[in-house]
Structure formats: C-alpha cells, structure tokens
T-cell receptor, first 112, second 110 residues
C-alpha cells in the first residue's frame, strides 16, 4: 500500500537521550515531511525538506533537526528527549507540487 | 496548532449506511486533502480537492469544498466494516506543509 518505509517501528528511550528516526521515501519523490502525532490528536507538522534543503518548519524547538539525502531518504533527530516527545512520528513524501502525500507507517517513540 | 476541526468527533453506523464527516478550517488554502488512519498507524491519502473545485468523487467517496464557508465534507456511501478508521482533513496553504484537523473516529458495525 505504501512506498514509504520508516524504521524502527517502535522505540523506547530515556529522558535526556538522543534519537534518530529514519525514512526511505517513495522512489522519485523529492519532498519529504515529518509529522508528530500525539495520542488522540491529528499530526503536527515538524519540517519539510525539498532537494536536501529545509523548506518549512513548524512550531518545534531546535532540538528537532533533520536531514534529507541525495537518494531522498531522510532522518529526524531529536536531542535531549522529553517525556512529551512520546508520540507517533510520521514521514511523508511527495513529488513537488503534485497531488497528495504518501505516508509511512510511523515510528512509535516512548520516552520514559 | 490545528487548522481544521472535524465534526463529529466520533460516528457509529451500520454497514450499508452512509457516513458524513465535516471539516472546518481557518485560512485560505491551495487544496484540502482527506486521509484515513487505521489503529494509529500511517495515514492513507484518500482524495485531494483544489480551492477552485467544489466537488470531487473517488469510488464510494464524495468530497465537497465551500471556500466561502471554509468547510469541507467527506461522504462515504454504502459503508463497510473495513471503513472503520479515523479520518482527517488536512489543508495545504502553500505546498510546504499540511495542517491537520482533529479527526473523526468512524465505527462501522457489521
């Protein structure tokens, strides 16, 4: 159903640690976005990358950072984890200016 | 912050019935999209309607958009148990991000 792959699927980290989440975009998609979804809420936009450059950022602190690689895979890094960072993290890719986004199945991050 | 608000928050119907979900938003948009999410996993893109369109169909789905009222509706006809999921509207203002609503949880009973 989806051409976007995220890893890992589940992760448990301790407060204060750092985490890296990975996303492999659908082939040919040059835009990747990351979203955070807390339980019972809609996804919140973290940032978007287009051709390896950040193309927009939501209301998240600098300890949330990202990278997009030439093969259009992407990473989301979160430093100094806080309990409120516990959420489902979703990666979505698309062609620039085309219809809709393809989402991955997400990484469930739990911070204890 | 959430852009859209879906109504109702939860909806329970029998198989074969129609399900209607509404979405309101706050700012001007380029397009509005509807997504389905099963059991807190990834979102599946259902349909996109552009700001200059008023109605769009895809299979059993019908979406309307009223930009003057800043609202949209998603109609699922002849619902099936497999349609049980959460449904989100998302607005795209400039093509750089989606702003999601709070979602409607749909339960379809066999």
């Amino acid at each position: 159903e989806t051409g976007v792959t995220q890893s890992p699927t589940h992760l448990i980290k301790t407060r204060g640690q750092q985490v890296t989440l990975r996303c492999s975009s659908q082939s040919g998609h040059n835009t990747v976005s990351w979203y955070q979804q807390a339980l019972g809420q809609g996804p919140q936009f973290i940032f978007q990358y287009y051709r390896e450059e950040e193309n927009g950022r939501g209301n998240f602190p600098p300890r949330f950072s990202g990278l997009q690689f030439p093969n259009y895979s992407s990473e989301l890094n979160v430093n100094a984890l806080e309990l409120d960072d516990s959420a489902l993290y979703l990666c979505a890719s698309s062609y620039r200016d085309r219809d809709g986004y393809t989402f991955g199945s997400g990484t469930r991050l739990t911070v204890v | 912050s959430q852009q859209g608000e879906e109504d109702p928050q939860a909806l329970s119907i029998q198989e074969g019935e129609n399900a209607t979900m509404n979405c309101s938003y706050k700012t001007s948009i380029n397009n509005l999209q509807w997504y389905r999410q099963n059991s807190g996993r990834g979102l599946v893109h259902l349909i996109l309607i552009r700001s200059n369109e008023r109605e769009k169909h895809s299979g059993r789905l019908r979406v309307t958009l009223d930009t003057s009222k800043k609202s949209s509706s998603l109609l699922i006809t002849a619902s099936r148990a497999a349609d049980t999921a959460s449904y989100f509207c998302a607005t795209d203002e400039r093509g750089d991000k989606l702003i999601f609503g709070t979602g409607t949880r749909l339960q379809v009973f066999p």
